[in-house]
């Protein structure tokens, strides 16, 4: 299961420069699309995302809180349809 940023994430960008495979994108200034994805197609399942941020946004897919769990559908969608689907 990858990874899941949910919409505590403050756009600090620590998940991102750790990340072993470069799956963590933004884009700028996008009231949309307001927080890091993750593609869960590139994603490793290694953790070290969620180690380095600092807001604890970051959730194993399967551990997402119920509050945030549309922001599942967000982050997959994001890559299916969104911004990030020129990243695939």
């Excluded at 495979?21 to 197609?41: G, K, L, M, Q, R």
């Amino acid at each position: 299961m990858p990874y899941v940023i949910t919409r505590m994430c403050e756009r600090i960008g620590a998940c991102a420069d750790v990340c072993p495979t470069d799956s963590i994108h933004f884009v700028e200034e996008n009231a949309d699309w307001p927080t890091y994805y993750i593609n869960p197609e590139t994603c490793i399942d290694c953790g070290a995302c969620a180690s380095e941020c600092p807001t604890g946004a970051i959730f194993p897919e399967e551990d997402v809180p119920e509050e945030y769990l549309d922001d599942t559908d967000l982050n997959a969608e994001f890559y299916q349809s969104g911004p990030g689907a020129e990243l695939v």
